[in-house]
Nanobody, 123 residues
Framework: QVQLVESGGGLVQAGGSLRLSCAAS????????MGWYRQAPGKQREFVAA???????NYADSVKGRFTISGDNAKYTVYLQMNSLKPDDTAVYYC?????????????????WGQGTQVTVSS
């Protein structure tokens, strides 16, 4: 199994910054993509940003120019730098990692989620 541990959430005023981290551990063979999603109260979970194994990035339109995703493949860690935060960014942020895991001599795909970290932006 692959475990994800998130950190970095908190309370910040509008216009402020936060940096989220997500570290993956387990019998990981390789990681194909790492990303962040968020879910605000009463809303569905939505895509925020992702980074692939080749460092290609993708962002939701609502965060382009304000959020930056980066990864450390050697540490199986992904970061989300969030600047110019708005009250609408308030949500629980979830890390997602996709890749290959091993169990003995077998390799299999995994798609794991973190437990979520709360980000609250006050106006």
């Amino acid at each position: 199994q692959v475990q994800l541990v998130e950190s970095g959430g908190g309370l910040v005023q509008a216009g402020g910054s936060l940096r989220l981290s997500c570290a993956a551990s387990g019998s990981i063979v390789s990681i194909n993509a790492m990303g962040w999603y968020r879910q605000a109260p009463g809303k569905q979970r939505e895509f925020v940003a992702a980074i692939t194994r080749s460092s290609s990035t993708n962002y939701a339109d609502s965060v382009k120019g304000r959020f930056t995703i980066s990864g450390d493949n050697a540490k199986y860690t992904v970061y989300l730098q969030m600047n110019s935060l708005k009250p609408d960014d308030t949500a629980v942020y979830y890390c997602n990692v996709k890749g290959m895991n091993s169990a003995g001599s077998f390799h299999y795909e995994f798609d794991s989620w973190g437990q979520g970290t709360q980000v609250t932006v006050s106006s």
